[in-house]
């Protein structure tokens, strides 16, 4: 969980602003869970809907569903799958998450078990094992594979923010597809999710253009 077994001697940055990253941040390590469930609950919040909406939604649902942590701070475990699963989905409508999610998030939670094996494969497979599940998208995969597995390939195809950031971080691009960002990645291709994880980490942002996107309370629907 500390990282201590990732590996990051084969990322050779051939960008300035990645040495400069690599340099300042010569701590930052891409970690491993090996829980499955507690990446892939958070990742479907978060789909469509702003990252304020997603914390919120994860929130509500610790609260409903969680033990207290152990200890005196005040903490709670990760949801359990069996709570989870055992809620009917218009409690998660005061979590501010639509039927569809809910349904999603239950039907995998109920299956717990034969999910969290899915971290027993190698990454390549295991992303395309979590992609044969309802719900679960080439965005989503990733989110899992490098948060609770640690892939250091995984890069999340489909985000709203990425691309634009690879695109101004490694060309001075500031809006580009997918498609661009992953052929100014493909130099690091097998090591692509720590370059993710170094530009986002550095602070690095693309000029906005236009209004941001609105949080939306869909408890109040």
Known sequence: MAGLEDDPAPFRPQHQVL?????????????????????????ILEQKVTGTEARRAWRRLVRAT???????????LPPDPGRVAALPSFRFHAFGVERRRAERIRWLCSRAARIERIGELPPVEARSSLRLLPGVGVWTAAEVARLAMG???AVSVGDFHLPHLVAWALAAE?????????????????????????????????????PRLEPHAIERI
């Not at 869970?33 to 990446?39: F, K, N, S, V």
């Not at 207290?68 to 005040?74: R, S, T, V």
Request: charged share 35%.
């Open 19 to 43: 040495r400069d990253l690599r340099r300042r941040l010569p701590g930052l390590r891409l970690a491993r869970t090996d829980r499955i469930l507690e990446a892939l609950i958070p990742a």
């Open 66 to 76: 969680s033990e207290p942590a152990p200890g005196d701070f005040g903490l709670l």
């Open 151 to 153: 892939d250091p390939d």
């Open 174 to 210: 500031p809006r580009a597809t997918d498609e661009r960002m992953l052929e100014l990645m493909e130099p690091y291709r097998g090591q692509r999710a720590r370059v993710q994880v170094l530009l986002e980490a550095g602070g690095i942002v693309a000029p906005r253009f236009g």
